[in-house]
Structure formats: structure tokens, C-alpha cells
């Protein structure tokens, strides 16, 4: 039997994301209404790997602070490169055919302009262009670290095009200002179809609008 999303989300790794040292350009970002801070993280940006077989072993980096996990036994993954988007991002094609895991997830390590003024205002959010097709249940979970302790936040990615979804910040119970570290993780639920195109993703940060 396929363990439940609680089962499966509980074997994603939780450990601490070095942080990219580097900014992508996005210089047409999904998200920018409001925003204070938006970026295109460097496997959208250009400086990725690539094309070709990945390692078997989950917790592989592809570049720049974005890692690729599963719990597959016997993955059969590749990374392909479409051309250059009209909006100036490097499409990210996954291909699983025979994947025999339950989840396949990315973790985005966000950089320090990130997490630098963040307060309770803040929204943080991610925006993920999957094409026509799509994909299989997503989700996104923000990680957020402070010394030995961690929050998380989950969302369900609407099935839309594109798809995406914000954290509101005024819930949780560590203080925005003092996280250390953190970390989005995209997550794809099994079954999966045979590629996983991501043609564009945007992380962005805007206060809620005041009344």
C-alpha cells in the first residue's frame, strides 16, 4: 500500500540548506505585483547542469542550492534543457519513467535577501509555471530555522496554470526576524507522469496590504 502524504512528508529530509551565495536575475518574475523582493532561483536562471543521467542517491545538488530527493529504490531520472523560455527562464525537465518511489521533491534553499527584514507582515510566496500538462499532486512547504529548532508550513499547489501559493508569516510561532535559515521544498506525490517539466519558478516576498 502507497503510504499517505502525512507518512510520506515525514521522510523528507529537514536538514539545514546552505544557503546560495549567488541571486538569480528574474527579470520577467511570475510574481511581482507588491513585491519587495523576487527571485528566480539559479536553476531557472541559467547556471544549471546539463542534460543528462542523475546520481541515484537522493539529496543530490543540481546547482545552487537546489537539491533533488526521492525515495525511490531503482530511479531512473534525467535532467533535459528545453530552449530558453519567452520569459527568460531555463525550463527544468525531470524525466522518471519507471520510478518506483512515492514523492520526488526539490528543496530551493532561499538566500539571505530573503530572510534579511523579514517580519509578520511578510507573505512569502512561490510560483511554479508546469506547462499544459502539469503534474501529479504538488506541494509546497516552506522550512524556516532558528538555532535547533524548525518550522514548517505546507500547502497544496492548486492545479492551475501556472500554479502557486504564499505563507502568511503572522502564523507562525518563530520570530521572522530571527530565523537563520530556510527553505522551500516542491513536492511531487507519485504517481508520476513520465516527465516533470518546470518552465519557470519565482519565489517572492511582499507585505500584506494594509487596511
Do not use: Y
Not at 515525514?10 to 523576487?38: H, T
Not at 543521467?53 to 525511490?72: K, N, Q
Not at 534553499?109 to 499532486?137: T, Y
Amino acid at each position: 500500500m502507497r503510504p499517505g502524504l502525512p507518512g510520506l512528508l515525514g521522510r523528507l529530509p529537514r536538514l539545514r540548506r546552505a544557503a546560495p551565495k549567488g541571486q538569480g536575475a528574474a527579470p520577467s518574475p511570475l510574481r511581482l505585483a507588491g513585491a519587495d523582493w523576487a527571485w528566480r532561483p539559479e536553476a531557472w536562471a541559467g547556471a544549471a547542469p546539463g542534460a543528462g543521467p542523475l546520481p541515484a542517491a537522493s539529496g543530490v545538488e543540481l546547482c545552487g542550492g537546489v537539491r533533488l530527493f526521492h525515495d525511490a529504490e531503482s530511479p531512473e531520472l534525467r535532467i533535459e534543457r528545453p530552449a530558453i523560455g519567452p520569459q527568460g527562464a531555463w525550463p527544468l525537465r525531470l524525466c522518471a519513467g519507471g520510478f518506483d518511489g512515492s514523492f520526488l521533491s526539490l528543496a530551493i534553499a532561499l538566500p539571505e535577501a530573503a530572510l534579511a527584514g523579514l517580519e509578520r507582515r511578510h507573505l512569502l510566496g512561490i510560483d511554479v509555471d508546469l506547462g499544459p500538462e502539469g503534474a501529479s499532486r504538488s506541494f509546497a512547504r516552506l522550512n524556516l530555522r532558528q538555532g535547533p529548532n524548525s518550522e514548517a508550513l505546507l500547502r497544496s499547489l492548486p492545479m492551475t496554470e501556472p500554479t502557486g501559493t504564499e505563507f502568511d508569516l503572522w502564523s507562525i510561532e518563530t520570530a521572522p526576524d530571527r530565523v537563520e535559515t530556510g527553505w522551500i521544498d516542491l513536492i511531487f506525490e507519485a504517481p508520476l507522469p513520465m516527465a516533470i517539466e518546470i518552465r519557470d519558478l519565482v519565489i517572492a516576498r511582499r507585505p500584506r496590504a494594509s487596511f
